[in-house]
């Protein structure tokens, strides 16, 4: 469950990236290896942040908003990389960062975060806590009260013994996302095309997470969606394209401006619906404890009996883990999927596993996920080409940082530009092949695709600010595909058009992902 908000918050790091192009003139860019964070000619001597090569504002404006790259600046990236170095500065809007783009950087960075790490401060989300009177939660507070509630949250969805409890729920979802998509294979023209898989997988990754921290099933995979359900789908896409606007506006602009009040509406309509559905859980516990009935629940019940987070911070936090709960799910099934039905070997083998270690379709276990090695290569192989967040984001507040030879002041924000390490040929062999094998250990190292630097491949984040979902998310994919190869052999639609990834806070494809799911004898 990568976080949106809990990764790079918004895409203003990639966004700072600027091309170089031929026909722009780039003066005095210093090479590569001039650029080395060891050089030996600075040896023992500390450069500071003014000292790191980077775009000139026009220079990024141009390549964004001319060159045309706003919606592709997980590239962007790479080609900084190639014309800075490994490390350079960003200046855009309010945001002053400094991208670092190896695996040794991102490790010095994560290791000098402290206790406390923030990803990147959110006045706007802190604005509307303050006007409403909520809890700030996990994305606005810091320092120890965010530890609190951090310490609150990890033990039910961080060891597996306690995840592994939500799976019959998980499975349930995922028999109704079967039945979902052999209702609109039957109404495509041909039988077997569903249109648009990531909108699929958006509602069985809502129901998924829903139905753990709601404790409530609501629906997203009927026939008919429920109306305040989509409701509040469109509450959370709209808060989102919002934030990505509001939060390079000026305070000034707030009494002047019609997207201030959009975006808090968005935010009224999202809360407003996440606390109806808790306070109808609340109202449901209390009437089967009223009449002496066992109460069963999964998360939501563990938070309320605990006394470590109030029911204002319940609210917040139940509705933010929500938040990022769908898109790590449904945009990496989305890709799985597009990149198996374009290469029949790989789909091959990965049906024999699954068919090897769940014999005559039977459901999967936690066990039988034991047993698929090359499944969870294919989820991660597939998370290293399309990560769900192409960019991370460190906000160390309360020390100075050395990285190499640059020494950083407090309060200095960095962007680990994941994407660009992920793809990068000297981590990994082949990078922009789908190769589900290199995860798995071959018996001669030497030979195989396995060696990388650890923090090469971090797509659920490390250290205290890891993703909290994280094998929440896993399992949902690995029961879902596990599934589907069982009963389904994938295709690409005759014609289909290449799909590409492109920015949207999120990587996320171009164009809709159709695919035909021809039933398996």
């Not at 994305?139 to 120890?144: A, I, K, L, T, Y």
Request: glycine fraction near 6%; charge should be neutral.
């Amino acid at each position: 469950m990568r976080f949106r908000v809990a990764t790079a918050l918004f895409p203003w790091p990639s966004l700072l990236a600027a091309r170089a192009t031929r026909r722009w003139p780039v003066t005095s860019v210093p090479s590569r290896r001039n650029l080395s964070v060891h050089s030996a000619s600075d040896a023992g001597k500390m450069k500071s942040i003014d000292d790191l090569p980077g775009p000139s504002l026009a220079t990024t404006l141009y390549w964004l908003f001319v060159e045309g790259y706003a919606d592709k600046s997980h590239l962007l990236q790479g080609i900084q990389r190639d014309i800075y170095g490994p490390i350079w500065r960003s200046r855009f809007g309010p945001f002053d960062m400094v991208n670092v783009a190896s695996p040794e950087l991102i490790s010095q960075v994560i290791h000098q975060e402290g206790r406390y790490p923030v990803r990147a401060e959110l006045p706007h989300w802190k604005e509307y806590r303050d006007l409403r009177g909520q809890a700030y939660g996990l994305h606005v507070d810091s320092g120890p009260e965010w530890s609190r509630l951090r310490g609150a949250l990890n033990p039910k969805m961080l060891k597996l013994h306690e995840v592994s409890t939500f799976a019959a729920v998980i499975n349930e979802v995922v028999e109704d996302l079967l039945k979902r998509f052999e209702l609109l294979r039957g109404r495509s023209e041909d039988g077997s095309t569903v249109s648009d898989v990531a909108s699929e997988f958006y509602k069985f990754g809502f129901e998924g997470i829903s139905a753990i921290l709601f404790e409530t099933r609501l629906g997203c995979l009927q026939e008919d969606v429920p109306e305040d359900i989509v409701h509040f789908i469109n509450a959370i896409n709209n808060m989102f394209t919002l934030s990505e606007l509001v939060i390079l506006l000026p305070r000034w602009s707030r009494t002047i401006l019609p997207l201030w009040k959009r975006f808090f509406q968005a935010w009224d309509d999202l809360s407003g619906v996440a606390q109806m559905l808790i306070d109808r859980r609340v109202a449901e516990i209390a009437v089967r404890m009223q009449s002496g009935e066992p109460v069963e629940g999964l998360y939501l019940s563990h938070l309320l009996s605990s006394d470590h987070m109030t029911r204002a911070e319940v609210y917040t936090c139940i509705t933010e883990l929500l938040l990022g709960g769908v898109d790590t799910t449904s945009n990496t099934l989305s890709w799985a999927l597009y990149r198996l039905a374009k290469d029949a070997a790989v789909q091959r083998q990965l049906h024999d596993e699954v068919t090897s270690a769940c014999p005559d379709g039977r459901t999967p276990t936690m066990d039988d996920l034991s047993a698929m090695p090359y499944l969870k290569a294919v989820v991660k192989e597939t998370l290293r080409l399309y990560p769900v967040v192409p960019g991370n984001a460190r906000f160390i507040t309360d020390k100075e940082v050395v990285l190499g030879n640059y020494r950083f002041p407090k309060k200095t924000l960095f962007h680990l530009c994941h994407y660009t390490v992920l793809h990068d040929e000297a981590q990994f062999e082949a990078a922009g092949s789908f190769a589900p094998h290199r995860w798995l250990r071959p018996e001669r190292p030497r030979t195989g695709f396995y060696r990388h630097h650890p923090y090469s491949f971090i797509p659920f984040g490390v250290g205290v600010r890891g993703c909290v979902g994280k094998r929440l998310a896993e399992m949902e994919m690995h029961f879902a595909l596990a599934r589907l190869m069982q009963h389904y052999e994938v295709r690409l639609p005759d014609g289909a058009v290449v799909v590409e990834p492109k920015t949207r806070t999120l990587l996320i494809p171009d164009r809709p992902i159709n695919l035909r799911f021809l039933p398996r004898a």
